[in-house]
């Protein structure tokens, strides 16, 4: 276990002070307690603007947001007693990451309702970590338009759907769409369009598919999908928590023992695909084997179900050290606050997605699909897929 360098949190606590004008209230590892855990679940279920946490596993600094940015940079503080450890106008804890579920949003959907296009909600009930379902958006029962899409782009489709719906108002409230893995999509349109949820079954057909352009291309090929587009791409990154404790490098660095790690399963998360390419650029195929056959045997490698929730959800509570995803889901953690830092993996080593949209055959809104897709290729999507992170097709089919 690798802990933080306390001294070096000293110091970037006065750093903080110096810049804010901030006391800190400092709870020692050695002092947590029943009593100090319901004072922070009581801060925290008032308000996360003003609580910095930093856990020794995860060092979690970048959590305060008085401003846009957090200096990281370690300073020589200006005298030892310069630290005050009671008054309080911000707190810090001072705990191990998975004590207090404390981060700025550690539990999806991440959204705070900006995922649900439906108009018409009703009574609204949501229990965190237990009854959320964040990856159903909207109403079905009167949905115009139904966009299955793989997971990794949940976070775009808010401001997406918003402007299409500025552009074609007849639809606004009248969108749904599901964002789980790709290959679980495709076994629910198998299903005839059902799929169960623990106790929840719904069944909803699609107008649109939307995942990697290998898939859509076979579907069109087999008449499954018609009418395709290529509207944007993505590249791989490591995800870490931030600082990288682990002192993570390249795509090399994790067939390490001491490294835990979570990665996409490929029996049905298109990214797999890519991040096999890019293990066996790096180091062959002996690194895709200690990736993904050595360490899944010797428990280090933790497949997901859900790459896009799991990842970073197990990274923030400590539990793994590190996990391959998309360089737009990192922008996306980072956007919201959550201590998460990307390693960037080289050129030579990463391998591009394609992302690409169809019409499925069997689509109970044809014409609303086809707007849809043309509105994907807009120049308009295309600058809000940039905003995201991903990478734009001004050019597509």
């Known amino acids: 276990m690798s802990w933080i360098d306390y001294e070096d949190v000293v110091r970037r606590l006065l750093l903080l002070r110096q810049e804010f004008e901030a006391e800190f209230v400092i709870i020692k590892r050695n002092s947590w307690s029943k009593d100090a855990e319901e004072v922070v679940r009581e801060i925290l279920g008032r308000t996360l603007r003003d609580v910095l946490v930093v856990a020794p596993i995860v060092a979690a600094f970048p959590l305060l947001q008085v401003k846009g940015t957090i200096p990281t940079s370690a300073c020589?503080?200006?005298?030892?007693?310069?630290?005050?450890?009671?008054?309080?106008?911000?707190?810090?804890?001072?705990?191990?990451?998975?004590?207090?579920?404390?981060?700025?949003?550690?539990?999806?959907?991440?959204?705070?309702?900006?995922?649900?296009?439906?108009?018409?909600?009703?009574?609204e009930f949501h229990v965190a970590d237990v009854d959320n379902v964040p990856d159903i958006h909207g109403n079905p029962a009167d949905a115009r338009l139904v966009i299955f899409i793989g997971g990794n782009q949940f976070f775009v489709l808010p401001k997406l759907i918003t402007a299409f719906e500025q552009k074609?108002?007849?639809?606004?409230?009248?969108?749904?769409?599901?964002?789980l893995p790709p290959g679980i999509l495709r076994k629910q349109i198998a299903a005839d369009g059902a799929i169960t949820l623990g106790n929840l079954t719904i069944q909803v057909k699609p107008d649109v598919y939307e995942a990697g352009a290998r898939v859509l291309r076979e579907m069109e090929q087999h008449g499954r999908v018609k009418g395709v587009?290529?509207?944007?791409?993505?590249?791989?990154?490591?995800?870490?928590?931030?600082?990288?404790?682990?002192?993570?490098?390249?795509?090399?660095d994790l067939a390490r023992p001491d490294l835990r790690l979570s990665m996409p399963n490929p029996q049905w998360e298109g990214i797999a695909n890519q991040i096999a390419d890019s293990l066996r650029k790096?180091?062959?195929?002996?690194?895709?084997?200690?990736?993904?056959?050595?360490?899944?045997?010797?428990?280090?490698?933790?497949?997901?179900?859900?790459?896009?929730?799991?990842?970073p959800m197990r990274i923030m509570t400590g539990q793994l050290d590190a996990g391959v995803t998309w360089a737009?889901?990192?922008?996306?953690?980072?956007?919201?606050?959550?201590?998460?830092?990307?390693?960037?993996?080289?050129?030579?080593?990463?391998?591009?997605?394609?992302?690409?949209?169809?019409?499925?055959?069997?689509?109970?809104?044809?014409?609303?699909?086809?707007l849809w897709l043309e509105f994907l290729k807009s120049p308009e999507a295309q600058d809000i897929h940039h905003e995201f992170g991903f990478g734009s097709m001004r050019n597509s089919r």
């Open 168 to 179: 074609h108002p007849e639809f606004q409230g009248r969108i749904f769409y599901e964002t």
């Open 328 to 370: 737009s889901e990192l922008r996306f953690q980072q956007s919201i606050n959550n201590p998460i830092e990307g390693v960037t993996i080289s050129a030579n080593q990463n391998t591009t997605a394609i992302y690409v949209a169809g019409v499925l055959k069997n689509s109970p809104h044809p014409e609303t699909a086809t």
């Open 229 to 252: 587009v290529e509207y944007a791409t993505n590249d791989l990154e490591i995800m870490v928590p931030v600082g990288n404790p682990k002192r993570i490098q390249s795509l090399n």
């Open 282 to 311: 790096a180091g062959g195929e002996s690194l895709y084997q200690a990736v993904y056959q050595d360490k899944v045997k010797n428990g280090k490698t933790v497949l997901t179900q859900i790459h896009h929730r799991q990842t």
């Open 76 to 123: 020589k503080p200006k005298r030892r007693c310069d630290v005050n450890l009671y008054r309080t106008s911000l707190l810090l804890l001072l705990a191990v990451a998975g004590t207090a579920a404390a981060y700025s949003q550690a539990v999806p959907p991440w959204s705070k309702g900006a995922n649900n296009p439906a108009a018409r909600k009703g009574h």
